[in-house]
């Protein structure tokens, strides 16, 4: 089976930095996801890991540790327009994607 | 061009009704997907669809009926559907091969059952 667990809500200051964290335990892990989620709109693609490390994105960064089966989404100089729910996804066996539970987060002015 | 689209954006149905949802995307995309998600919660795999067969049934009720008539296209019938199928229905579609296979999802079909 799989689990991915995700802090339920966060809030931030705009301009500030904030780290969203996902812990993952999943069998045969072929890929790591992250999509933003504004309410009542469809998730959108924001970044992908698969080896360890990190990858940026401009104001967005992911990080990968499979070792310990963790990730993080960094949002840098946050942005209003940046309040929304940000969902961790972890492909596992074939095309099979599972998605963590969200974190909803308040950016602040 | 990483554009899924969907219809009808809303749907109202009955409990006895026969409707369906549509999507369709033209990326050349041989994986295609449809998942339920609630309010405040993540999206749930339903079916997915490569190349244009059904390759993954997450135990959905037979209330539920997908269809790929092409490579393009994906179709969700519904019919007897229940109050507790209200949700957002959401389209997605992937390259379906090796490498990111980066989801792109559509904007959704926010459907009520009374």
């Known amino acids: 089976g799989q689990n991915i667990d995700q802090p339920t809500e966060m809030t931030a200051t705009e301009g500030a930095i904030v780290q969203i964290n996902c812990t993952y335990q999943?069998?045969?892990?072929?890929?790591l996801f992250w999509y933003q989620q504004h309410a009542g709109e469809a998730p959108t693609f924001l970044s992908y890991?698969?080896?360890?490390g990190l990858e940026e994105k401009g104001r967005f960064s992911s990080f990968l540790s499979r070792s310990k089966g963790y990730s993080y989404l960094l949002l840098k100089e946050l942005q209003m327009k940046d309040s929304a729910s940000y969902l961790c996804a972890v492909r596992a066996r074939g095309q099979n994607f599972v998605f963590g539970p969200g974190t909803r987060l308040s950016v602040l002015p | 061009d990483t554009e899924v689209t969907q219809t009808p954006k809303h749907l109202v149905m009955g409990m006895t009704n026969k409707k369906s949802l549509k999507c369709e995307q033209h990326?050349?995309?041989?994986?295609m997907y449809w998942y339920k998600q609630k309010a405040k919660k993540p999206p749930e795999l339903m079916f997915v669809?490569?190349?244009?067969?059904?390759?993954i049934n997450e135990s959905v009720p037979s209330r539920f009926s997908p269809e790929c008539p092409n490579s393009s296209l994906l179709n969700l019938h519904l019919h007897a559907l229940q109050p507790e199928d209200s949700a957002l229905y959401l389209c997605?579609?992937?390259?379906?091969?090796?490498?990111?296979?980066?989801?792109?999802f559509g904007p959704g079909t926010r459907l009520t059952v009374l």
């Open positions: 669809y490569s190349y244009e067969k059904l390759s």
């Open positions: 990326m050349g995309h041989r994986a």
């Open positions: 890991n698969v080896l360890d």
């Open positions: 999943t069998s045969g892990f072929n890929g």
């Open positions: 997605a579609s992937s390259q379906g091969g090796s490498g990111t296979d980066t989801q792109y």
